[in-house]
């Protein structure tokens, strides 16, 4: 059986296990789902919006204990997972709100294609399946739901096994709000269980956060059961900082860049490549800022790192570190396993990196920074895009002209100039390569699970144009 718990990582004890689902219970569930789609799609975007809106007034009145439980889950700062609370409410206001503009059907030229009216119209597909994984618990998930929900489908989520309270909750939220009952549901099920969710026919789609492993399954099995999917599969970020930068600006933003959520968040900068001319002032601001972050109880608002999800995904960090120390690589603070109880790892940066050592082609998923030195900005550009990931990207630079090389060389979904990557409801999220493919947010994210519908009407049933070619 899987083991579905909350355990919390200040201390590694177990303070709630789950059964896992039944075949006869998740098919239960599917069907209900089915059914609330088909229930669903004849609502009107008004009625949604006004579940929408419920969901987010719920949502913004019950923030501190939805944190409390996000921080004994997964170990984010209390902090951290109140305005991660916020966020989700926003987006779920930022979708009922412009759902009707992005739903709208949008004109085409009708007298090109002879016709005397032709439009586009997005309509839901159906159930979307979504595995999603722990490190932004409730975000990672309302990205997903706000706008599926918001087209007229209906969600399946598959959550991380060690967030099961977080997963159930949100469903109540959905159903407090309004929405039918069905039309989102939680599943307490392993990854063994994902095949046969997505081999279901009444499941029409599938959206996945997670690693290349998992993306490189989902896609596989939605590509023989011909079932769309969007996939974002992690990164290993640049964050390249060239000699006309405002470098304590830059050093200061690679902090919060590199620590946010603990360290593990997919675009959180992970490599910073710095120009030889401002590197050592940006190496030692940069080294003694991650120095200071205080470690310690997520739960303490003046805690700045509280300890990673899992003892697994500890020990994985610290071994990268050491692969990298024993292999030559120099490591300007951190690096050493703290005693005591709960998962905790201090702000590491780690520079004097080679080719052969797992830091320089892994992500490392843990507040631990490598440092490389380049000379020009076309070996910026190398380093930046010599690795297999392809999420965010930040560049710090005045010239403006190095602006727009950037956001056009940079080799990612995401450029950020001068600022820390975010997502943001009103931009399309996603990446290129590894990263995986689709895109979340904005209404490019709401119609990756829609029908987009061509409609041609013309004058009568000849007006198509005798002898014409169609296709």
């Given at each position: 059986?899987?083991?579905?718990?909350?355990?919390?990582?200040?201390?590694?004890?177990?303070?709630?296990?789950?059964?896992?689902?039944?075949?006869?219970?998740?098919?239960?569930?599917?069907?209900?789902?089915?059914?609330?789609?088909?229930?669903?799609?004849?609502?009107?975007?008004?009625?949604?919006?006004?579940?929408?809106?419920?969901?987010?007034?719920?949502?913004?009145?019950?923030?501190?204990?939805?944190?409390?439980?996000?921080?004994?889950?997964?170990?984010?700062?209390?902090?951290?997972?109140?305005?991660?609370?916020?966020?989700?409410?926003?987006?779920?206001?930022?979708?009922?709100?412009?759902?009707?503009?992005?739903?709208?059907?949008?004109?085409?030229?009708?007298?090109?294609?002879?016709?005397?009216?032709?439009?586009?119209?997005?309509?839901?597909?159906?159930?979307?399946?979504?595995?999603?994984?722990?490190?932004?618990?409730?975000?990672?998930?309302?990205?997903?739901?706000?706008?599926?929900?918001?087209?007229?489908?209906?969600?399946?989520?598959?959550?991380?096994?060690?967030?099961?309270?977080?997963?159930?909750?949100?469903?109540?939220?959905?159903?407090?709000?309004?929405?039918?009952?069905?039309?989102?549901?939680?599943?307490?099920?392993?990854?063994?269980?994902?095949?046969?969710?997505?081999?279901?026919?009444?499941?029409?789609?599938?959206?996945?956060?997670?690693?290349?492993?998992?993306?490189?399954?989902?896609?596989?099995?939605?590509?023989?059961?011909?079932?769309?999917?969007?996939?974002?599969?992690?990164?290993?970020?640049?964050?390249?900082?060239?000699?006309?930068?405002?470098?304590?600006?830059?050093?200061?933003?690679?902090?919060?860049?590199?620590?946010?959520?603990?360290?593990?968040?997919?675009?959180?900068?992970?490599?910073?490549?710095?120009?030889?001319?401002?590197?050592?002032?940006?190496?030692?601001?940069?080294?003694?800022?991650?120095?200071?972050?205080?470690?310690?109880?997520?739960?303490?608002?003046?805690?700045?790192?509280?300890?990673?999800?899992?003892?697994?995904?500890?020990?994985?960090?610290?071994?990268?570190?050491?692969?990298?120390?024993?292999?030559?690589?120099?490591?300007?603070?951190?690096?050493?396993?703290?005693?005591?109880?709960?998962?905790?790892?201090?702000?590491?940066?780690?520079?004097?990196?080679?080719?052969?050592?797992?830091?320089?082609?892994?992500?490392?998923?843990?507040?631990?920074?490598?440092?490389?030195?380049?000379?020009?900005?076309?070996?910026?550009?190398?380093?930046?895009?010599?690795?297999?990931?392809?999420?965010?990207?930040?560049?710090?630079?005045?010239?403006?002209?190095?602006?727009?090389?950037?956001?056009?060389?940079?080799?990612?979904?995401?450029?950020?100039?001068?600022?820390?990557?975010?997502?943001?409801?009103?931009?399309?999220?996603?990446?290129?390569?590894?990263?995986?493919?689709?895109?979340?947010?904005?209404?490019?994210?709401?119609?990756?699970f829609c029908n987009i519908k061509t409609v041609w009407v013309g004058e009568g049933a000849a007006s198509a144009g005798a002898g014409a070619?169609?296709?």
């Open positions: 059986m899987p083991h579905i718990a909350t355990t919390n990582p200040v201390t590694g004890q177990v303070l709630k296990t789950y059964e896992a689902m039944s075949t006869e219970q998740l098919d239960a569930a599917i069907e209900r789902a089915d059914l609330a789609y088909r229930q669903l799609r004849g609502t009107t975007v008004d009625e949604r919006a006004r579940w929408m809106n419920a969901a987010a007034d719920l949502l913004d009145a019950e923030r501190d204990e939805i944190a409390r439980i996000m921080t004994t889950e997964m170990g984010k700062t209390y902090v951290a997972a109140q305005a991660e609370v916020t966020k989700c409410a926003a987006a779920a206001r930022f979708y009922a709100e412009r759902a009707p503009g992005f739903l709208a059907d949008q004109p085409a030229d009708a007298a090109a294609v002879k016709a005397t009216r032709a439009f586009i119209r997005y309509q839901p597909i159906g159930v979307v399946l979504a595995v999603m994984p722990w490190n932004f618990p409730l975000w990672q998930v309302m990205r997903f739901a706000a706008p599926a929900l918001m087209a007229g489908n209906t969600g399946l989520l598959k959550h991380a096994s060690n967030v099961p309270q977080t997963a159930l909750l949100l469903e109540d939220v959905f159903r407090r709000a309004g929405f039918p009952e069905g039309a989102f549901t939680t599943l307490l099920v392993g990854s063994d269980a994902v095949e046969r969710i997505l081999a279901d026919p009444r499941v029409r789609a599938a959206t996945l956060t997670g690693s290349e492993a998992a993306g490189r399954s989902i896609a596989q099995i939605a590509g023989r059961e011909l079932k769309r999917t969007v996939l974002e599969l992690g990164g290993s970020d640049p964050f390249v900082v060239m000699p006309s930068a405002d470098v304590d600006r830059a050093a200061e933003v690679a902090t919060t860049a590199r620590c946010q959520n603990n360290g593990q968040s997919c675009i959180a900068a992970k490599r910073f490549i710095v120009h030889t001319d401002v590197f050592d002032a940006f190496a030692e601001k940069f080294a003694a800022n991650m120095a200071a972050l205080r470690v310690g109880d997520p739960m303490d608002p003046d805690t700045d790192v509280g300890p990673l999800a899992s003892e697994r995904g500890r020990d994985e960090v610290h071994a990268q570190v050491r692969d990298a120390a024993d292999r030559g690589a120099t490591v300007l603070c951190g690096g050493e396993l703290p005693s005591g109880d709960g998962w905790f790892y201090p702000p590491t940066v780690v520079t004097d990196l080679t080719p052969e050592m797992r830091m320089w082609s892994e992500e490392v998923f843990g507040p631990v920074a490598g440092l490389y030195r380049v000379s020009s900005y076309e070996e910026a550009i190398e380093v930046a895009n010599g690795t297999s990931f392809g999420l965010g990207s930040n560049a710090w630079t005045r010239d403006t002209a190095e602006q727009e090389r950037f956001a056009t060389d940079l080799d990612a979904g995401n450029v950020f100039v001068n600022g820390m990557t975010t997502s943001y409801p009103e931009l399309p999220f996603g990446g290129v390569k590894n990263s995986g493919y689709g895109r979340e947010l904005s209404e490019l994210g709401m119609r990756e070619h169609a296709e």
